[in-house]
């Protein structure tokens, strides 16, 4: 059974940083694209970022470009999240999403983890 | 980027009504459309992918068509799990883009 489970979010400050995790489980890990999708308080879904299977690459939403930083642990089945610079409107769930072979589909979605971002 | 928007944004519907969600991108993404369900306080569920292709596991009563820019979302006999919200996603190119969501309440 594909398990995803989101960690690390929280209360921070403009301006501050936080890092988010994912541990992977029931899948192998190393196969698949894997992203991150937040939502803010009582809107839609907003695609953030995804990274390749061996780390080599990711893409990012302009909004997030320079500020952000996805990674990934294959040997831990890890995905991260370095997010700098934050702001108000960073205030979302963030969902960690496995992508559906090599395409753009997420087809498994962790159960999200708050971040918050107010003085 | 690609914009897709949704209509309804809103639907109120009883047990048992056949109801249909519409999705419209504003260029061309071929059939590269997918379809989530969200419970509240849930993470989306994957429905459709590729337009028309049912997710393992999802009922047969949920169905997708549509290619180009015009696609639907189908639920032919609503039960009363089927309410939640509904997104749109296309994946032809990036950044990933989603629907507004269509909001689907029991009348």
């Known amino acids: 059974e594909v398990q995803l489970v989101e960690s690390g979010g929280g209360l921070v400050q403009p301006g501050g940083s936080l890092r988010l995790s994912c541990a992977a489980s029931g899948f192998t890990f190393n196969n698949y694209w894997m992203s991150w999708v937040r939502q803010a308080p009582g809107k839609g879904l907003e695609w953030v970022a995804s990274i390749k299977p061996d780390g080599s690459q990711g893409l990012y939403v302009d909004s997030v470009k320079g500020r952000f930083t996805i990674s990934r642990d294959n040997a831990k089945n890890s995905l991260h999240l370095q997010m700098n610079s934050l702001r108000a409107e960073d205030t979302s769930v963030y969902y960690c999403?496995?992508?559906?072979?090599?395409?753009?589909?997420?087809?498994?979605w962790g159960q999200g983890t708050l971040v918050t971002v107010s003085s | 980027d690609i914009q897709l928007t949704q209509s309804p944004s809103f639907l109120s519907a009883s047990v048992g009504d056949r109801v249909t969600i519409t999705c419209r991108a504003s260029q061309d993404i071929r059939n590269y459309l997918a379809w989530y369900q969200q419970e509240p306080g849930k993470a989306p569920k994957l429905l459709i992918y590729t337009a028309s292709i049912l997710q393992s596991g999802v009922p047969s009563r949920f169905s997708g068509s549509g290619s180009g820019t015009e696609f639907t979302l189908t639920i032919s006999s609503l039960q009363p799990e089927d309410f939640a919200t509904y997104y749109c996603?296309?994946?032809?190119?990036?950044?990933?883009?989603f629907g507004q969501g269509t909001r689907l309440d029991i009348k």
């Open positions: 999403a496995k992508l559906r072979d090599s395409s753009t589909i997420f087809d498994y």
């Open positions: 996603q296309q994946r032809n190119s990036y950044p990933i883009t």
